[in-house]
């Protein structure tokens, strides 16, 4: 050590420093980088996200070369730093034991902490540059690595570990899948995210809570007179109508009504037998089917309206593919004035929202920002039926969580009319 000049072993000591803090900061930013992104630049040609890639899908080897690298040049550090105080100030216990708990201070500071705080807080912009030093390292020391799991591998079978076998990167649940989009979407527009949640929801709805209910069905019925069908037709909002015979549940066809108006039009007398020439097959389908399960059934049976029905056969109302969609994208279309009126409720200044009793409790908690229970009943009519155990006689008040509901109008064994008073902030909470 005499024979070397003194700056030439503080370079020296620099540098093994520099090389410490290399490792620790590459082998956290290759833990913390987005692969999603790496996955993204690959497919797109980058050298350096396939190689840092590359990287990644040998995480043994590249954790075992960065251990060992850091370990040797720590050592080596430590080594360097006791050499040039011992040639200095002489063999003394003191001067050890003071130069080595300096070099430890240093590399802790300078080679570890601060560099995997760096690593992790900029490990996209890191990893890049680093895979091109770390991947012709990982080639070269492959002997090296070998020879050294021999005994990692004997170690680990004592404990009954297997040793062998690649790493997989476990898959993420819908709702794991979510939480990334929610905490990670920042750069996503918000009616995109917006789009890609509702869109993991349609799991967890079925059509029994998006359908028209049984009793808002506009439905064709071939027992009345031939007048009363045309003039129905002619008045009628929707594109597709459910034909019956007599009653609801025995619903017979599907009909266009562009079709049946063209019908009108002829001059010959019109028959029942005229429109059910025009029907379609029905197309049926559970109340409980999940939206998202219905929406591939309308798409592999090419159809756009179905009935909804209950166990028992019994039709409980009417799901459209536009009702699916709008689940994901918000309503977007309006074919009769009750829908631009659904539409429009919301809290008034004095803290208060009147709404009909066939308010889907839903649009109510979207809209209003509540927390009504949507495990049972699906309108505000039957969830106070639900909790009152009877049909109340108006003005009635009843707190159902957070919220004050109150009665405004009972009328033919069902609510009609219902007055919300907006929660306290910290009850809403």
């Not at 105080?85 to 216990?93: P, R, S």
């Not at 028209?212 to 129905?232: C, F, G, W, Y």
């Not at 409720?345 to 920002?369: M, P, Q, V, Y």
Request: charged share 20%.
């Amino acid at each position: 050590m005499d024979t070397v000049p003194l700056w030439a072993q503080f370079a020296v000591l620099a540098f093994l420093i520099l090389a410490s803090a290399f490792f620790a900061m590459a082998e956290t930013a290759l833990m913390a980088a987005n692969r999603f992104r790496l996955r993204h630049q690959a497919k797109r040609g980058s050298r350096r996200a396939i190689a840092t890639l590359w990287l990644l899908e040998r995480t043994e080897q590249l954790l075992s070369l960065v251990l060992l690298a850091n370990t040797l040049i720590n050592a080596m550090a430590i080594a360097l730093a006791t050499a040039i105080a011992i040639t200095q100030f002489g063999l003394e216990q003191h001067v050890i034991l003071l130069s080595t708990v300096i070099v430890v201070f240093i590399l802790i500071v300078l080679a570890e902490i601060s560099p995997k705080i760096v690593g992790a807080r900029y490990a996209d912009q890191i990893v890049l540059p680093a895979s091109f030093v770390l991947r012709p390292l990982l080639s070269v020391s492959k002997p090296l690595l070998w020879f050294v799991h021999l005994f990692v591998n004997t170690l680990l079978r004592l404990f009954r570990i297997k040793p062998t076998g690649q790493i997989h990167e476990g898959k993420l649940s819908p709702d794991e899948l979510r939480s990334v989009l929610l905490e990670n979407g920042s750069f996503i527009p918000k009616k995109h995210k917006s789009i890609l949640l509702n869109l993991f929801d349609l799991d967890t709805i079925s059509v029994e809570d998006i359908m028209t209910p049984r009793a808002h069905i506009e439905a064709l019925d071939l027992a009345m007179p031939v007048d009363d069908i045309k003039s129905q037709l002619t008045t009628c909002f929707h594109n597709k109508l459910p034909v019956c015979d007599g009653e609801i549940n025995r619903i017979v066809g599907i009909l266009h009504v562009r079709k049946a108006i063209a019908l009108l039009n002829e001059q010959d007398e019109l028959t029942v037998e005229h429109f059910r020439k025009l029907l379609s097959e029905p197309f049926f389908i559970p109340q409980d089917t999940p939206a998202f399960a219905a929406l591939q059934n309308f798409q592999e049976n090419k159809e756009r309206l179905a009935i909804v029905v209950d166990e028992y056969g019994e039709v409980q109302g009417l799901v459209t593919l536009d009702d699916i969609i709008e689940e994901m994208i918000g309503e977007f279309t309006t074919s009769t004035p009750s829908a631009a009126r659904a539409d429009s409720f919301g809290w008034d200044e004095h803290g208060e929202c009147l709404l009909e009793g066939s308010t889907a409790l839903r649009d109510i908690n979207k809209r209003l920002g509540l927390n009504f229970p949507l495990d049972g009943p699906k309108t505000l009519n039957g969830m106070l039926l639900e909790v009152l155990q009877e049909i109340p006689d108006a003005p009635i008040s009843v707190k159902v969580g957070s919220c004050i509901v109150e009665v405004v109008q009972a009328q033919d064994q069902a609510i009609k009319v219902v007055k919300l008073r907006r929660p306290e902030p910290r009850q809403a909470e």
